[in-house]
């Protein structure tokens, strides 16, 4: 993990002067200070130090802090072609474009888990919903009696929460924020590309080879042949079938597990067909989008290796429950 990069934390010295009068002004001012019940004398929050990892409640995500940055975003045909990735998914990602991190921002170490997803319903009382879409191995059924307790295949509570659609991804993040006091929301898409390469510029964080990534990703893999027949995996084993718990797998350089595979990510931006007028920071893109649709990214445990890259996209509609998605949070500082 990167730990070198720092944040200078900027001091303020308060330099007394000699003058009598002016120090008499000085002690009648604390005084009105202390007397003036709205009136606080509160110390600077020190910024944050990249790498570091903290907790703003017993029951909040892990977060770790990533640094502003510059990254290109998208990918070339080059790549796609070597994935043998269809030109339907392929044209999502292009045209390839510089993007401007402009802050550190703090992202969640692992996807939120079914435990943590739990906790949250029972503190809100928060209903969610019933029915999910699950793979059959042959195509994506919907089932009305799976739900993120039961998505149809066993879970521990440290496995990623499934079953999930945009909608309580986000009822999450803003529950997060009004018991914490803090700025806790989803990624934006450009945010989470940028986290997942972690300063890399290859296919995948650990390389362009597909079959090397069973040490960092659950994919689609050997595991999975031995029940699903006709499914293109990678020629590894990442010891999963389904999803895996947090923290199964190396993290990339910025310390964060499971950027791709385990369960593709609801963001925030609304789905654009490909990224013609992307803007060049990292705000949310919902000009021009399909706002009934919001992306996903990073892939899922049941996803062939052509769909397991940093680049790879898809836009899924806002009430839609799958078997595959998840999240994780961010939070600004």
Known sequence: MRRGHQIAVLALVALASADSDAQAKTQRGLRDAKSAPQAEIAAAAPLPTIGQTFRDCEDCPEMVVIPPGRFAMGTDPAETARDGVPDEFANRERPRHPVVVKAAL?????????????RFVKAAGYAGGLGCYFWSGDEVKSDPGTSWRDPSFPQTDRDPVVCVNWYDARAY???????????????????????????????????????????????A???????????????????????????????NAFGL???LGNAWQWVEDCFHANYADAPGDAAIAVEGGDCSQRAVRGGSWNNSPGYIRAGVRDGVGTGNRDSFNGFRVARTF
């Open 173 to 219: 993040a803003a529950w997060l924020a009004r018991t914490t006091g803090k700025d806790y929301r989803l990624l934006t898409e450009a945010e989470w590309e940028y986290a997942a390469r972690g300063g890399t510029t290859t296919s995948r964080p650990w390389g362009d080879d597909a079959n090397a990534g069973c040490r960092y990703a659950n994919g």
């Open 221 to 251: 893999d050997l595991e999975m042949k031995k029940i699903f027949s006709n499914r293109s995996v990678a020629h590894c084993r990442d010891g999963y079938v389904f999803t895996s718990p947090a923290g199964s797998f190396e993290p």
């Open 106 to 118: 703090a992202v969640g170490k692992y996807h939120v888990t079914r435990g943590e997803y739990a």
């Open 257 to 259: 597990y499971d950027m």
